[in-house]
């Protein structure tokens, strides 16, 4: 079977919008399916691999996902997407038989944020951006040796962007937006300092200037290479575009809920 984002939309039509699986086709290419959902929703979490469950798996991490399958699951990926998880891979059917499957559940998310404070409010902007993505895990990096990294890039760095990296690690907000571990110098003759970037070709920077890092602006360079300045920090630029629907770059209108996907415990 020749699979297109068609079919996949198709199969996952079939299980509808609460909890399903199914069997897939003997002649459907299951790399095939994993690499369409890879392109869809960005890289996948591994929840069993070779018949052994990552024992950090539990509701928050697509553990209902394994429930149809008891203790007969081979290999799960899962995908978080909004308030969905989605899943591939295989499980021993009843009869004792490995089959390819395909799997969805519903996933919790947080009440949603509806707009940012105002901008003169006193905001922890982190906590909020944790709030957001509904972030329950530890910190994912909090060891990064930053006066290593800032002293190769010769000049300190924004406190948030750091808090950013700690906390949520490699990744990509809505599994969209991918947080740089550190800061790209492409844009250095410029005066940038790119900190994340998007499938798109948007590169979101801060315009490099003066002796305070927590005070540089955000510029998001855009694919076309037009520089449009944000009087804001790089957390509070990131919880503007996730829940503001009127922020020029705005990813409100393509999600309903949001997260942040941890490339480190998807692989």
Known sequence: MELTQGIVNDLLAQLGPGDGYTY???????????DLLDSRYGAPRTLVLDGFTDPTVDESRGGALLVPFEDRAVTIRAWAYGN????TGTARAPEGDERSVLVVAHRE???????????DEDVDWMERLRRITGW?????????????????LGTGLPSDYKRMVETFGKGAFDGYLDL??????????????IWAGTEHEDLYSWR??????????????????????FDCT??????RILIDPHHPFTMAG????????????SG
């Open 84 to 87: 969905q998880w989605v899943g």
């Open 208 to 229: 490099a200037d003066g002796d305070d890092p927590d005070r540089w602006p955000v510029v998001v360079r855009s694919f076309d290479g037009e520089d449009v300045p």
């Open 136 to 152: 329950a895990q530890p910190a994912q990096r909090p060891d990064v040796a930053w006066a290593e990294v800032e002293s190769r």
């Open 24 to 34: 897939l086709p003997d002649d459907l290419n299951l790399q095939d399916l994993t």
């Open 254 to 265: 393509y999600f309903d809920t949001h997260w942040f996907m941890n490339y480190r415990e």
């Open 109 to 119: 998310v947080p009440e949603l944020l509806a707009v940012a404070p105002d901008k």
């Open 180 to 193: 740089n571990q550190e800061p790209w110098t492409d844009l250095r003759e410029d005066g940038l300092l």
């Open 234 to 239: 790089a957390a509070e630029f990131v919880c």
